[in-house]
């Protein structure tokens, strides 16, 4: 069963604290991305990765990392120094196909600070 | 269309009737054009493109209409089905640069009545 894999889904931090958020994916899609969802609102990109080893800030970085040690994966922390953390987390991969970069999303992770 | 602060717009419509729901986008050099649903705490799913070197495009129940004149995107949804309540996005794409990156609308939430 292929697709976009994330978790946990609920994730709850406390104050001070890094998380880690996982994300994986069995497509074989080269790039991976890092979204940000709050209500009423967009997707906001944090992070995205073209290549393994190789990853990009995207408009909202500050107070989150990732690394792209393997293809299939691309975890994202949450750091101490993101200071309003609570939203939805999303995922996701993509092919070049024709010149179009379709995105396709995982699941989501919920996160809440405690 | 697209919202202006926290507010998401909104379209009611009864089962069996036909949606649209529109998109103004922002950046003329923009040339490849996804609509996303998302149903309530999901990741958003697929549901069709367009480049821009098309004005239309159909696929099951769906149609998508690019006005490139007026950088006007919108989604057509017929007969519209309980199940199709969800938030839907449009998202943006130049092709040739950030290999990949999407910008996102706000979305708009359609609500469909049995």
């Known amino acids: 069963d292929g697709g976009i894999t994330q978790s946990p889904k609920y994730l709850f931090r406390k104050e001070g604290q890094n998380v880690t958020l996982s994300c994986e994916q069995n497509l074989n899609h080269d790039a991976m991305y890092w979204y940000r969802q709050d209500p009423g609102q967009g997707l906001r990109l944090i992070y995205y990765s073209q290549i393994v080893n190789d990853f990009q800030k995207g408009d909202i970085a500050e107070g989150y990392s990732v690394s792209r040690e393997k293809k299939e994966s691309f975890p994202l922390t949450v750091t101490s120094a993101q200071k309003n953390p609570t939203a939805f987390y999303l995922c996701a991969s993509s092919i070049r196909d024709r010149k179009k970069e379709t995105q396709y999303f995982g699941p989501g992770t919920r996160l809440l600070v405690l | ?114």
């Open chain 2, 1 to 114: 269309g697209e919202s202006v602060g926290l507010h998401l717009p909104t379209l009611s419509v009864q089962e069996g009737d036909n949606s649209i729901i529109n998109c103004a986008y922002s950046n003329s050099a923009s040339d490849y054009f996804i609509w996303y649903k998302q149903e309530s705490g999901k990741g958003p799913q697929f549901i069709i493109d367009i480049r821009s070197n098309m004005d239309k495009r159909q696929g099951q129940r769906v149609t998508v209409l690019l006005n490139k004149t007026v950088k006007h995107l919108s989604l057509q949804i017929a007969a519209t089905q309980p199940g199709d309540s969800a938030v839907y996005f449009c998202a943006e794409n130049i092709d040739g640069t950030s290999y990949g990156k999407l910008t996102f609308g706000q979305g708009t939430i359609l609500t469909v009545h049995p």
